[in-house]
Nanobody
């Protein structure tokens, strides 16, 4: 089982940037699908970005060209760089992982087996 712990959330004004980190308990260099999801209370969880063990990032349409998902191999950390933040990006952001068995890594939450506790992002107008 992978233990995941997020950090980096906070409050920012519209147009600002934040960087979220997700520290993993295992080597995330290969063999895992990694992803960021977000959720607003009362709404369904939304996939934000995902990364295969060989790279190939995928993004939700709503964040494409503004957010970047990456890995820091030396620290076993998943990173989400968020630029041009909008109030609609306010949510609790959670990282997730699952074993990459091939076929691509997609933003389908029930496929992910390990989840962090999340970190809150609030964007004010």
């Amino acid at each position: 089982q992978m233990h995941l712990e997020e950090s980096g959330g906070g409050s920012v004004q519209a147009g600002g940037s934040l960087t979220l980190s997700c520290a993993a308990s295992k080597n995330i260099g290969s063999g895992y699908c990694l992803a960021w999801f977000r959720q607003v209370p009362g709404e369904e969880r939304e996939g934000v970005a995902t990364l295969e063990s060989v790279g190939n990032p995928r993004y939700a349409v709503s964040v494409k060209d503004r957010f970047t998902i990456s890995r820091d191999f030396t620290r076993n950390t998943l990173i989400l760089q968020m630029n041009s933040l909008q109030p609609g990006d306010s949510a609790r952001y959670t990282c997730a992982s699952r074993i990459d068995r091939g076929g691509g890594c997609w933003l389908i939450d029930h496929q992910y087996t390990d989840w962090g506790q999340g970190t809150q992002v609030t964007v004010s107008s």
